[in-house]
């Protein structure tokens, strides 16, 4: 049994394709598969069900590959103690982010990471929280961009920062002639929600009480896949939504007049950096956490954690 071979078994059960996986070896996909095949003899198990489309591992081989990952990782921390120990900025960093951050936080990341650090490769997946831990844990990723706290004892979070939470509302609604708003006083039945999984939607949930106050079911039936719909939907359709900060920087006038204030004290997100307790690649998570605090407006980073609406 070898690192490489252990490698390649971890690269098929990333893709569940021998030959992108291959690919993303650099090999040809007939050496992958003879490696694959000495490993599953000199174990006398089969770690993978070929006759499924894509592969799957076999009950056995799940464990096998999971043990694989561990030994994978310690294997890769030897390497990176000696580039942290030459002060070595080099490699490769796979970052989780959920869709609510990203399109704010990510233009500015890949600037500066290109400018200051361009032998580091940004290795990017969005998507929703859930995903995010379950690859933390897998070492599929090295780090994620989350809203938090996530009560999970394997993940360590560092705080960011915190994101104040708006009303936007339609010109056409009620609550358009309030400055200040308070969390009962929005109709559940007018709100526009993320679709399920996105971790702001629980938020709006918990903020709202909407499993208390909703008359009808009438509000779910067009869940949106991302922030700006829900705003779209809003400003075509009547109604309210819920954004965070970040979404309101670049607002025209016109779409900031429809912006209202939550009554003091303001709700807000917690947004972290989240890694596994046996993280490997330090130097490099923590240029990315200086990176994403340098790139948040100062205004942002000042905010205080006064009232945290739960995931």
């Known amino acids: 049994m070898t690192i490489t071979q252990l490698e390649y078994m971890v690269s098929v059960d990333t893709h569940r394709h021998f030959m992108l ?23 006398g ?3 993978f069900d070929r006759t499924k489309q894509p592969v799957i591992p076999t009950e056995i081989g799940v464990v096998i590959i999971a043990q694989a990952r561990v030994i994978l990782l310690e294997a890769n921390m030897i390497k990176q103690i000696i580039n942290d120990q030459k002060n070595i900025m080099t490699g490769e960093i796979r970052i989780g982010i959920i869709p609510t951050l990203a399109p704010y936080l990510l233009p500015t990341l890949f600037k500066q990471m290109r400018e200051k650090y361009p032998q580091v490769d940004l290795m990017i997946k969005e998507t929703i929280t859930e995903e ?22 394997s993940i360590k979070e560092d705080v960011l920062f915190y994101e104040e939470l708006f009303v936007y509302v339609s010109r056409k609604n009620v609550l358009y002639d309030k400055k200040y708003v308070l969390a009962n006083e929005i109709d559940p039945d007018q709100l526009w929600l993320l679709e399920e999984g996105h971790c702001f939607r629980s938020q709006i949930i918990n903020l709202c009480e ?8 009438g509000h779910f039936d067009y869940e949106a896949g991302s922030i700006e719909t ?12 819920i954004l965070p900060e970040l979404a309101t920087l670049g ?30 690649k330090k130097k490099l ?8 605090i340098a790139a948040v407006p100062s205004n942002i980073n000042k905010n205080k954690s006064k009232y945290v609406v739960p995931v």
Do not use: W
């Open 21 to 43: 996986a291959a690919k993303k070896c650099f090999i040809t996909q007939p050496t992958l598969s003879m490696q694959i095949q000495k490993l599953e003899k000199e174990l």
């Open 45 to 47: 198990v089969k770690i």
């Open 132 to 153: 995010i831990i379950q690859e933390l844990k897998s070492n599929r990723l090295d780090c994620g961009l989350v809203v938090t706290p996530l009560k999970d004892p």
């Open 210 to 217: 909407l499993r208390k106050a909703s008359r009808t079911a």
């Open 230 to 241: 829900l705003r779209r939907m809003v400003d075509m359709n009547d109604g309210i939504t």
């Open 251 to 280: 607002m025209s006038n016109k779409q900031l007049a429809q912006v209202r204030y939550f009554k003091r004290p303001a709700p807000m997100r917690e947004v972290s950096i989240v890694v596994h307790r046996d993280f490997v």
């Open 285 to 292: 998570i923590e240029i990315i956490r200086q990176e994403i």
